[in-house]
């Protein structure tokens, strides 16, 4: 099987997290499966970013803040591909560009219009994990660019969709899609699958589980997506087809 799994920031926090996250992989390499791992920036990185960015300057331009958010996902990418070497696992890290993502050239909210996956699938062949910095493309200009906040998501679906994978992981903080938040309501129920339109309906709502624009790239391709947990080992919430 060819499978995408994507960390978010919390699945990242620490370096105990990155090796966790590093051994999922690294098994499932081990026992054939060909492996693409794409990674958010760690903890509150991008947050941080932003506001040293803003101390800097409160009217930047946005395409050098899109040169810098970039390198919190670069970071992770590194991190996580040097944490597979420790296991014996190969792997290789790759930003955006370098993986061939190319986008518009809105900066701060680009959309992937294509992905040329030559290089991820010779890393694929030759044995190797490959790990995404998510988040982040390259425009018409060769500028970099960056994709919305949460925009790792769209990433990983979008690699699912043009690599063809057999499986899409979103692993998070919680174990699945709710219909509420869970962390402020504890009576609110998770669903073991639900559809596109309802998703994107939760996330008009204020869910930040998933990104919207991957859950439009889902249903445009017919991807099931796999929103599951980094620490609870049990199955997620599939956003699927239910039509
Ligand atoms: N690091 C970026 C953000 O915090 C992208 C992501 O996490 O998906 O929004
Ligand atoms: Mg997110």
């Known amino acids: ?9 919390t699945s990242l926090g620490d370096s105990a997290r990155i090796r966790a996250a590093a051994r999922r992989g690294a098994e499932l390499l081990q026992q054939g499966h060909k492996v693409v791992i794409v990674v958010s920036a ?14 800097i300057n409160k009217h930047r331009a946005a395409r050098e803040m899109d040169a810098y958010l970039a390198a919190g996902e670069q970071m992770s990418a590194a991190l996580m591909a040097m944490a597979l ?13 370098q993986a061939g993502i190319a986008t518009d050239g809105v900066h701060g909210n680009a959309r992937i ?13 030759a044995g190797k994990v ?3 910095a998510g988040f982040q493309g390259c425009d018409p200009d060769g500028d970099i660019t960056t994709l ?14 043009y690599l ?33 339109e309802k998703m994107l309906a ?30 609870a080992g049990t199955p997620g919430t599939i956003v699927g087809d239910l039509e």
Not at 85 to 97: D, E, F, I
Not at 180 to 193: K, L, M, S, T
Not at 202 to 228: M, T
């Open 113 to 125: 219009q294509s992905i040329d996956t030559e290089r991820i699938r010779r890393e694929l062949e």
């Open 148 to 161: 919305g906040r949460g925009g790792s998501d769209t990433t990983a679906v979008a690699l699912a969709a």
């Open 85 to 97: 070497g420790a296991l014996g696992c190969g792997a290789v890290s790759l930003t955006g560009w």
């Open 1 to 9: 099987m060819l499978i995408v799994q994507k960390y978010g920031g």
């Open 42 to 55: 760690q903890g509150d990185t991008t947050d941080e970013m932003i506001e040293k960015a803003a101390q």
């Open 202 to 231: 939760l996330i008009e709502n204020g869910a930040q589980v998933l990104h919207d624009r991957s859950v439009e790239f889902a249903k445009q391709y017919r991807i099931s997506v796999e929103v599951l947990s980094a620490f």
């Open 130 to 132: 490959v790990v995404v």
């Open 164 to 196: 063809k994978a057999d499986k899409c992981q979103i692993f998070t903080d919680v174990d699945g899609v709710y219909d509420r938040d869970p962390r402020i309501f504890p009576e609110a129920v998770r669903y073991d699958r639900i559809g596109y």
